[in-house]
């Protein structure tokens, strides 16, 4: 486990898929509310995501919604 990054004020745990185990994930998990997990998907699961995903980035605005 690498040590945490620090990001305007946010601390998150880094991990690797390939060394974490699922328990020591599932502890960060439940003791930060959050962790970064590195090569948890593989290359072509992330590529079908975003192709999944872009018309709706696409046509989403970015920034607050307003009426």
């Known amino acids: 486990m690498s040590a945490p990054k620090i990001d305007a004020g946010i ?11 699922l328990a020591e994930i599932l502890n960060i998990l439940d003791r930060d509310g959050g962790l970064i997990v590195h ?6 699961t992330v590529a079908s995501l975003r192709e999944e995903l ?3 980035s696409d046509s989403t605005s970015v920034g607050p919604k307003v009426d």
Not at 39 to 44: F, I, V
Request: charged share 15%.
């Open 54 to 56: 872009d018309p709706t």
């Open 11 to 21: 601390c998150l745990t880094v991990v690797s898929a390939k060394t974490a185990s």
């Open 39 to 44: 090569d948890m998907l593989s290359p072509q």
